[in-house]
Each structure stands twice: as C-alpha cells, then as structure tokens.
C-alpha cells in the first residue's frame, strides 16, 4: 500500500542559467481526458472545467497555494459581526477584467445577485453550486449591497460556519457584468475574469488555450500560453509525455507509475486523499428503497481485493463518505464486512431471493475518483452477480451522465467527488441533504432523505464551534452508515505526470490550480 499522500516531486534549486533558459519555452501543454463542459464558473459543475476556470477568473478569497489557510485575493481583507450574519470585505483596487472593465463593489453585486435569484435575466442555466452550498435560491443570503466602490457587504439570513470557505471554490469566481450582459447565456463559452490568464480560443473536444494577462493585479504569470489538450487514452497521455509532445499528463492509472519513476526526464505527482468514489443506489426506486437490499449490496463488494486488483494499491478503502484528512472523518466507521451469505440472507428477508435485474451507469472518460471507469464497474457487476443480482453496464460520455444522474432514473450508478474546500459540509451536506434531490442541481444522487440527517446537516452549519461541529459530523456518519442510501468505495491518490522541465507547478487538495507561477526550463 503507498502511503505517500503528498506530491513526489523533488524541486532542485535554480541556476542563472536555468531561469535564463527558461525564457525560450513559454508554453506549457496539459494533455487531460475530457474536455471542459461550461466555462462560466457559475453554472459549472465538473472538475475539468474548473480547472481552467480557476486560471480565468480570481474569488474573493482562496487558499493558499499548499495549504489550508483562506488569503486574501480580491478582497483584501474581511471581518464579521459576533452573529456571523454580517459579513464586510473590502475590495482590492486597480483590478482590470479582461474585457477592460473595472472590478469594484458594483460588479461583485452583480454576480451575487445573478447567482443567487432566479427571476435575475442573467440566471440562465442551472446554478448547482450555489444550491448545494447556500440551500436554492436566494437561500442562506439575505443581501449583498456596495456599501462603496470598494466595500462590499453580505448578510446572511441565519450564521453559515463554512461561508468563507465556500467563497474560495471556482464557482464563486467574479464574471465581468458587462460580458454577462454581453454573452448572456452564451458566456460559457466567452469566459472573461480578471484572473492571472485570458480566454483566447475553445476548439470543442481538441484542446482549450489561455494566454497570459499581461495586466493581473497580482504575479505576472510565467508563461506565455496554456493548452489543456484532450488526450481521451491514458496511454496515449503518457506517451505524449515521454515524447515531450506536453508537458503535463492528467489522470493517469496505476498501471503507469513504474514508466513515470523509470524516466529520468519526468516527475510523479501523487496527490492526496481528498476525495470519494462510490455506488449511488437510487433510494426511491425500487429495490433500493429497501434497507436490506442496500445492505445486502454493502456485503458483496470486495473492498480489499477491489483496491488491489482495480488500483493497484494506489487507493484506500472508504468506510465513510468524509475522506480521511479532513478533520471529522470517523475512524470508527466501518464498512459491511464481505460476506456473501449474508447478503444471500437479506436478500431472500427482503423478497428477492433468486436476486434481480438492474443497471449500473458509470462515465466513459476517468475521473480522478476512478481511473478505470469500465474497470470498476465490471468489478460491481461481478461482485453483484456471487447474490444472483445481474448487473447490464449502461455508460454515457462524461456531460451526458452529469446530466443524465440528475435526473434520477438510474438504479446504480458509480460517482464521486474530490473536495471543493477542507469541510466536511462540502461532503456530507452536497450527497446526503434533501434539499440536493431536486431535478436538474442535484447532488444527492441516492435520493437520500432522513429528517434527522437534515436537521443535524443544518446544525452543523450554524456551529461556529470546531470541536462541536466535529462532533455533529461524526453523528452523521454514524447515522448514514447505518441506513446505507449509497455504498463507499475508495479514496485515490489521483497521479499525474509531469516533464522536469516544469517547475513552479504546486498540486492542491482540491485538483484545481492557478498556473501563474509556472515555468518551463530549456534542455
């Protein structure tokens, strides 16, 4: 089992020579799986498009470049009333669009107020982040008003512990009014921020280019463009790679590791655990409206030997659906221990005894949650079939399946998530509140509900107290473990690939970077 949960990446200290030579290389290629699905932050859901929108466009906070702690981005700095309902940032001034326009007070109210109502003219599409985080529309604000040019005040309608934190995901990042106005529903595909790199051309299903912003408020980004090329085989990814064809290689397997370690021209990243994959089983239909058909799913998979013959060790089995490094995760979790008999046994108490016919949905391109897809879901099916129940695999490409689990036609379907901001509520409020079944912002794909669930989600949010919260947190997973809406699989390490000549690239929790720092160094 790898244990590293870090990025193996060993910087070396630069020459004059190397910092000079850097300057001939000025492009950097990212060779990833998927395309990107939306460019406008706001209505975007997938990790592939954030990770280019979060070169587009600046929030009002973030986190710091290795590390957990919120740092100023364009707001400068913030205090709060003692209720926490109060909120006041002051903005940073002198910041361009990329359209020209000014950033100030004005144009942060104009992408809260076109977030968070659904009557705004601009509010076209489905705004899925702001409903799972701020609970549908206009939800937990209750204003957001330009006290000044730059001063900008937000209250909410009841304390929000996660509020500052939620504000560094890319969802939340600040859109020029006048392009909005401009592109309107069109803007997807005209991204115009105020970020360290500028939108200059989308060919759909080939690659995306940014070019720098050569008037960012902040550091100058190194490099003159980026490409992020879709590359949909992992081998073909790695190949590019090896032949200096890109510079970067996205979600790769397992399988990869020992050519990346062998070639003393590339780096290995092993991000963390900061993620889950599992099996949504739609709660509201049958037979999975039954506790002991859940369960009875529960006892025939694997875990161990999936993690061994799925990812080669290079994952860890889940038990909860709170990856391991953040902060409430409940080691006392355990999962249904593999037993085929018992399942038998709920299955025949639950009326099923010759078992049944279902579908498992799964995504064609990786995920960093899944490498494999095909892989994981046959290894289900297989699982599944020891009971008798016979499992037909159903995939979609990845937009159409985001589209698609939304729905809530599927009986199975594996999916997961990698982490937005380090709080639990990013986990457990997103796939386990009720208020995250409805058609179209889904994200309860189990189409879980439990009263009390609800009641303690909302508890926890209103806690300003860590150690309180922690304690709600680990109540919950309790309480989901025990119901058994969805089965969690596995953590990854997702791993990427990298030439040495790149330097300057520092991998986050969340899988979304900001490039500006980086640099290419020549032979």
Not at 32 to 43: F, H, K, M, T, V
Not at 124 to 139: A, E, R, V
Not at 208 to 236: H, R
Request: proline content about 4%; some cysteine; aromatic content about 12%.
């Amino acid at each position: 089992m790898v244990a590293l949960i870090i990025s193996i990446n060993f910087a070396k200290k630069l020459s004059t020579g190397e910092i000079l030579n850097s300057q001939k290389n000025k492009k950097l290629t990212i060779a990833r799986a998927s395309d990107s699905i939306s460019l406008d932050p706001a209505i975007t859901t997938d990790m592939e498009s954030f990770k280019v929108c979060v070169n587009i466009y600046d929030t009002l906070v973030k986190y710091e470049k290795n590390g957990d702690e919120i740092v100023p981005s364009l707001a400068e700095s913030w205090k709060t009333s003692e209720d926490g309902l109060r909120w006041v940032f002051k903005l940073r001034k002198n910041v361009k669009f990329h359209d020209g326009t000014d950033f100030n007070a004005h144009a942060a109210v104009f992408n809260f107020e076109r977030w968070k109502n659904g009557d705004n003219p601009y509010h076209i599409g489905s705004f899925s982040y702001w409903s799972y985080n701020f609970g549908q529309f206009p939800g937990l604000i209750k204003s957001v008003t330009a006290l000044s040019d730059y001063s900008l005040e937000i209250v909410l309608n009841e304390p929000y512990s996660p509020f500052l934190s939620t504000l560094t995901m890319p969802a939340f990042g600040i859109a020029s009014p006048d392009s909005i106005m401009k592109y309107n529903e069109n803007f997807k595909e005209h991204p115009i921020g105020t970020g360290p790199f500028e939108f200059e051309y989308w060919d759909k299903g080939n690659e995306i280019v940014l070019k720098k912003n050569q008037n960012y408020w902040g550091n100058i980004a190194k490099l003159d463009e980026v490409v992020f090329s879709v590359v949909q085989s992992s081998e073909k990814r790695l190949k590019l790679l090896e032949e200096g064809k890109s510079d970067i290689a996205d979600n790769l397997t397992s399988n990869e590791v020992d050519r990346i370690n062998k070639n003393p021209d590339l780096d290995l990243y092993l991000k963390s655990f900061f993620n889950i994959g599992y099996l949504a089983m739609n709660n509201q239909k049958k037979p999975f409206d039954n506790k002991n058909v859940r369960d009875a799913v529960g006892h025939l998979i694997d875990k161990d030997k999936m993690v061994k013959d799925v990812f080669n060790d290079f994952a860890r089995p889940a038990n909860s659906f709170v990856p391991p490094i953040i902060w409430s995760y409940n080691e006392d979790i355990k999962s249904l221990d593999y037993n085929i008999d018992t399942a038998r046994k709920l299955l025949k108490e639950a009326g099923y005894e010759n078992g049944f016919d279902t579908t498992l949905w799964v995504m064609e391109a990786p995920r960093a949650y899944f490498p494999d897809t095909i892989r994981i879901a046959k290894f289900i099916q297989a699982s599944l079939l020891k009971a008798n129940i016979r499992v037909e695999i159903i995939t979609y490409s990845w937009d159409e399946y985001i589209e698609k689990i939304k729905e809530g036609k599927h009986d199975l379907a594996l999916i997961g998530w990698t982490g937005d901001h380090i709080d639990p509520d990013n986990f457990l409020y997103t796939f386990f509140s009720s208020d995250n079944r409805k058609t179209e912002l889904t994200s309860n794909y189990s189409f879980y509900k439990n009263k009390e669930v609800d009641k303690l989600l909302k508890q926890a949010r209103q806690a300003t107290d860590r150690e309180f919260r922690k304690n709600i947190y680990r109540k919950l997973q309790e309480i989901i473990n025990e119901d058994t809406p969805a089965i969690p699989l596995v953590h990854t390490m997702p791993i990427m690939g990298a030439s040495k000549k790149v330097k300057g690239y520092t991998p986050h929790l969340t899988g979304e970077e900001t490039l500006e720092d980086v640099y290419l160094i020549s032979d």
